[in-house]
């Protein structure tokens, strides 16, 4: 379970996590939606602790992370978390086979002997096979995705992170992720938390879906209950999103 309590964050021009607090129970599908540049990736930077919050508590299977100053213990709670970077962030000098292995060195005791059984099990997850040889120019973008997320499970975290894993796709790409992300949680039995702007995504695969609006979780709520939301903010991100479909 991850437990957020109270979480501030602000840069020198604004405020962007205002007093956030939020359970995410083991083993749901937590979407947090919004407007691009509202702060959401910031969230999830917090939640990993690439960023570290100005005040509050992040309690990760019973340790605040929020505050840790240790690395060597930081860096233990991290292994914990796949994420899933909205651009890919793979390493185009290196074969598929390298790319997915490439965390497997630090994140694992396995040896490197077994790095390609491995990597050949995770792509067959993500429904590949045959690639271990390519480079990322030889992909299309949704087996970028593909390795992408065969690359953030291969250490089997506990927790899936996924920042905008729709954004820029087109709709039978989207419609992949969407299958992609839900398949994981079956598979793997996995906690995910997805932040982004795509409402649809959000209400179709989450259990609950979180609005920040202003720096603040404004519904926390499952889809069908978020429909029926008669925040103000809420109401009009619906609006915008039903119209940009159109």
């Not at 964050?9 to 604004?14: A, I, T």
């Not at 969230?43 to 505050?67: H, M």
């Not at 975290?157 to 820029?168: A, F, H, I, Q, S």
């Not at 979180?210 to 103000?232: D, I, N, T």
Request: glycine fraction near 6%.
């Amino acid at each position: 379970m991850i437990e957020i309590k109270n979480l501030v964050k602000s840069f020198p021009d604004r405020c962007v996590l205002d007093d956030i607090s939020a359970d995410i129970k083991e083993g749901e599908l937590f979407s947090v939606i919004g407007p691009s540049g509202i702060g959401k990736s910031t969230f999830i930077k917090c939640l990993i602790r690439l960023l570290r919050p100005d005040s509050g508590r992040i309690i990760v299977d019973g340790q605040d992370i929020a505050s840790m100053t240790n690395e060597f213990a930081l860096a233990k709670v991290r292994r914990s978390f796949g994420y899933l970077f909205q651009e890919g962030a793979l390493f185009d000098s290196l074969t598929v086979l390298e790319n997915v292995a490439f965390g497997l060195k630090y994140l694992t005791d396995i040896p490197g002997s077994e790095y390609p059984r491995v990597v050949k099990e995770k792509l067959a997850l993500v429904g590949l096979k045959d690639v271990e040889h390519l480079k990322p120019a030889e992909l299309s973008v949704g087996m970028k995705k593909r390795v992408s997320l065969a690359r953030s499970v291969a250490a089997e975290p506990k927790y899936m992170l996924y920042d905008e894993p729709t954004t820029g796709l087109d709709p039978v790409t989207t419609g992949m992720v969407k299958d992609l992300i839900l398949d994981m949680r079956e598979k793997l039995k996995i906690t995910s938390i997805v932040v982004t702007h795509d409402l649809n995504l959000a209400l179709e695969i989450s259990s609950r879906v979180a609005m920040l609006y202003a720096g603040e979780f404004v519904e926390v709520s499952e889809p069908s209950r978020f429909r029926q939301s008669e925040h103000k903010g809420v109401k009009e991100f619906m609006e915008i999103s039903h119209l940009s479909r159109k």
